[in-house]
């Protein structure tokens, strides 16, 4: 499924036509796009996020793959302003790609990613990339939560 140009896509059920030795994604996000209360499993990526200012809310995957469930796809696109939360993402047992690539270090705090990953032993994990916060004095705080679910906090 490739998205773009103002599309909104609620409630769909998405799960591969064929399986493939080397599946590619599932769902190709790019311009302005709201994508909510969908259920996505598959081998190939969940999300590939290429474009700028969507909305992608509520919706449940259910990764079995070996890339990235949620990938930024920044080379060559300008990926920034979206907003990604209240997700949940299930990683089945035999999955062996990463959860989240290119959101923290390739995109700069450009995009807001605050999700639910639940692993294949159950343990429910939250993740948040630099969400920047303005607080008194017009204060900067940009604040992350690492790999053990520590809250952090840094002026900006």
Do not use: C
Not at 5 to 31: E, H, K, L, Y
Not at 105 to 122: E, L, M, P, Q, R
Request: hydrophobic share 35%.
């Amino acid at each position: 499924m490739d998205l773009s140009n103002g599309v909104v896509a609620t409630g769909n059920i998405i799960q591969p036509g064929f399986v493939t030795t080397n599946p590619d994604r599932m769902v190709s996000i790019n311009d302005h796009v709201t994508f909510t209360s969908n259920s996505i499993s598959g081998k190939g990526t969940s999300l590939k996020i290429r474009g700028s200012n969507s909305v992608i809310t509520g919706n449940r995957m259910n990764y079995d793959g070996n890339w990235w469930a949620v990938h930024f796809d920044n080379a060559n696109r300008v990926v920034e302003n979206n907003i990604i939360k209240d997700n949940v993402l299930l990683v089945s047992s035999s999955a062996t790609g990463r959860y989240l690539y290119g959101s923290s270090a390739f995109s700069n705090g450009k995009n807001v990613v605050i999700d639910v990953v639940k692993d294949n032993n159950g343990s429910v994990y939250q993740l948040v990339n630099d969400l920047v916060l303005t607080g008194p004095n017009s204060t900067r705080w940009r604040v992350t939560v690492d790999a053990n679910g520590n809250i952090k906090g840094t002026k900006v």
